[in-house]
Nanobody, 124 residues
Framework: QVQLVESGGGLVQAGDSLRLSCAAS????????MAWFRQAPGKEREFVAA?????????YADSVKGRFTISRNNAAKNTVYLQMNMLKAEDTAVYYC????????????????WGQGTQVTVSS
């Protein structure tokens, strides 16, 4: 079992930046691909970004390419990050961290473990 705890959400203005963090409970964190998804009110959960187990490859939704960056620290902190720049009102959502070992990386069904989510609100 892997427990994931997100942090770093908040209320910001359009154009601002935020960095989300997701801390994992297990040392085998490094064996999992990690991802961020988000869910806005009344909408389905959607893929934002993913990173392979060793950080060698990253993937992004078209809507966040060039603005968001996913990274991970396997060595010491068992943590995955999402740096969000140039935030827009349409980025407002609850952001969820996910861990998985079976893929595919861009869909909800590819992940076995989920955090509780952190709210990001971008005012325009």
């Amino acid at each position: 079992q892997v427990q994931l705890v997100e942090s770093g959400g908040g209320l910001v203005q359009a154009g601002d930046s935020l960095r989300l963090s997701c801390a994992a409970s297990r040392r085998t964190f490094s064996a999992y691909a990690m991802a961020w998804f988000r869910q806005a009110p009344g909408k389905e959960r959607e893929f934002v970004a993913a990173i392979t187990w060793n950080g060698g490859s990253t993937y992004y939704a078209d809507s966040v390419k060039g603005r968001f960056t996913i990274s991970r620290n396997n060595a010491a902190k068992n943590t995955v990050y999402l740096q969000m720049n140039m935030l827009k009102a349409e980025d407002t959502a609850v952001y969820y961290c996910a861990a998985g070992s079976r893929g595919p990386l861009g869909v909800v069904g590819g992940y076995d473990y989920w955090g509780q989510g952190t709210q990001v609100t971008v005012s325009s």
